[in-house]
């Protein structure tokens, strides 16, 4: 069976699941979890160096030759610093595929959308392949394509709420609206909500909390695998329409008459 | 000299530019990115970017993370 790619800029995934290395206990169990996710694109955080701390990085516990970085702009809340985040993480050797976040929010984590379209504009023009985390807006989906963005990643709930997709309606508007990937990020809770995301045809799903801050992360990360995988096969299937009414699945004719 | 590293006021002892100062600090040049007064400063020149007193430097690197 030909399995299809998750495409971003110029560069094609297999898997569709994007996972974050952050909330994990340890460096080791991010090693593994992200290995047992099948995720090839893993995301990271830039920040600053604890000067009187053990040095130990995270990055020696991910080969950058099997996975690809995808730094991103967490934390920040504004422009300025999501761009410069952005530039210090190329200059840091994680690459320029980037996700774009600007949180216009305490409480609700929720991005400051005129903020991520501005960052990403000058992000895609000083040459970054630009990745946008954005509510679950048509027009502001349409408006991230249009300045460049490589996919438009709307939240399916808040950050870390395992809530799961609040409005696969405007998803499904979202999907029709842009051409470049879908990719659903942050809200995810279960493998289910991962799945019927995927059924729905996204591109992809990024998370990181439901693997995480699962009791059994390790187990968690293969359930979302699986979970991704199956979703996006059932998509692929395409679905049977729904009925009101049964309809049989044995043979009407050669009925046994007693 | 006295600079402001992270947020944190340092004495500096002997480092004139960068790559002094990253060896001084015991930080690895590879994975990290420097911001000398708000400006990045690209790796290949961290041996030439000169260091004086007052400068403020951020110092990053990839940590776990997901969102927010």
Known sequence: MEGSYLK????SFKSRLIVGTG???SFEETREAIAVSGAEVVTVAVRRIELDKTKES???????DKYTFLPNTAGCYSVKEAVMTCQLAREAGLGDLVKVEVIGDEKTLFPDNEATLEASDILVKDGFTVLPYCTDDVVLCKKLEQVGCAAVM???APIGSGLGIRNPYNIRLIQEAVTVPVIIDAGVGTPSDASRAME????GILMNTAIA???DPIKMAQAMKMAVESGRLGYEAGRIPKKLYATASSPLEGLIDL | MKLTINGKEKEIATSQNLIELLKELDISESHIAIALNSE???RTQFATTSIKDGDTIEIVH????GSG
């Not at chain 1, 729905?200 to 591109?203: L, R, S």
Request: proline residues 10%; aromatic residues 6%.
């Open chain 2, 62 to 65: 990839a940590v776990g993370g």
């Open chain 1, 154 to 156: 709307p939240l399916a």
């Open chain 1, 213 to 215: 801050c699962a009791k």
């Open chain 1, 8 to 11: 971003v800029g110029n560069r």
């Open chain 1, 58 to 64: 995270i990055l020696n516990f991910i080969d950058p």
């Open chain 1, 200 to 203: 729905m045809g996204v591109d």
């Open chain 2, 40 to 42: 990045i400063v690209p």
């Open chain 1, 23 to 25: 909330k994990y206990k």
